[in-house]
């Protein structure tokens, strides 16, 4: 019991893991400056031979909207523009997004979501000092206040997130997925990840950014299509 009380007392709390990773990043108030974020590139799945040009837009309060072009297979895309949450894909048209679809969609446009909030957990727990994506990274359990649960692994050099598991709703249901951030850039005072991969045990995805720009959004880039707004009820 005493050395792994002794090992306990020796690693970060989650709050000052969480703390250092915000500051690192530049600060909630340096990303309160400004009102909406671009972030483009291409998204590769190599084992389905995808390449594909990849936007996403988000704007305060709280909207976003996805947008990947696969060139002949079509266009996918989902957004939330602070009422309805959306998506469209080729062959199976508009949808209206309710329940975990529609929450994961508007956590997506949540202007903050890269800082945190210990409101929002249930409960939070430095796990240990591991391996993570050939880096020493602290692990941390949290528990939100809607019951999901995910792991956080925050880089011990620098103080970044690294990486988050958790199981994603997706179409084809719950789907146990890490995602790894790395390739930092200076942007506009804050640090932004340029390269995500999104691992689920079946294929990698991975979405390299080339344009990371704040405050040039339109914000007609958030009205709902067409075709989803004829399935809006008056």
């Known amino acids: 019991v005493a050395?792994?009380?002794?090992?306990?007392q020796a690693l970060p709390s989650p709050k000052e893991l969480m703390d250092k990773?915000?500051?690192?990043?530049?600060?909630?108030?340096?990303?309160?400056?400004?009102?909406?974020?671009?972030?483009?590139?291409?998204?590769?799945?190599?084992?389905?031979?995808?390449?594909a040009q990849f936007d996403l837009y988000r704007a305060k309060p709280g909207r976003v909207l996805q947008k990947i072009v696969m060139g002949a297979m079509g266009e996918v895309s989902q957004g939330y523009d602070g009422k309805t949450a959306w998506a469209i894909q080729p062959g199976a048209g508009p949808v209206l997004l309710d329940g975990t679809m529609a929450e994961t969609?508007?956590?997506?446009?949540?202007?903050?979501?890269?800082?945190h909030d210990m409101a929002r957990y249930k409960s939070t727990e430095t796990v240990g000092l591991v391996d993570f994506d050939g880096r020493k990274c602290y692990q941390v359990k949290i528990v939100k206040l809607s019951g999901?649960?995910?792991?956080?692994?925050?880089?011990?050099?620098?103080?970044?997130?690294?990486?988050?598991q958790s199981l994603t709703d997706t179409p084809m249901g719950k789907v146990d997925q890490?995602?790894?951030?790395?390739?930092?850039?200076?942007?506009?005072?804050?640090?932004?990840?340029?390269?995500?991969?999104q691992k689920n045990g079946q294929f990698d995805v991975v979405i390299t950014f080339t344009t990371l720009e704040?405050?040039?959004v339109d914000p007609s880039v958030f009205d709902?299509?067409?075709?989803?707004?004829a399935l809006v009820k008056p």
Not at 224 to 229: E, F, I, R, T
């Open 3 to 8: 050395p792994r009380a002794l090992r306990a």
């Open 148 to 164: 999901s649960e995910g792991t956080e692994y925050f880089d011990a050099a620098t103080g970044l997130i690294a990486g988050i």
């Open 214 to 216: 704040f405050d040039k």
């Open 105 to 115: 969609i508007k956590s997506q446009g949540d202007f903050f979501g890269n800082f």
């Open 224 to 229: 709902l299509p067409d075709a989803v707004k």
């Open 178 to 197: 890490t995602v790894v951030f790395s390739d930092f850039r200076d942007v506009g005072g804050l640090k932004i990840p340029s390269k995500i991969q």
């Open 21 to 51: 990773n915000d500051a690192a990043l530049g600060g909630r108030a340096a990303m309160d400056k400004y009102t909406s974020f671009h972030q483009g590139g291409t998204m590769s799945v190599a084992a389905a031979g995808i390449n």
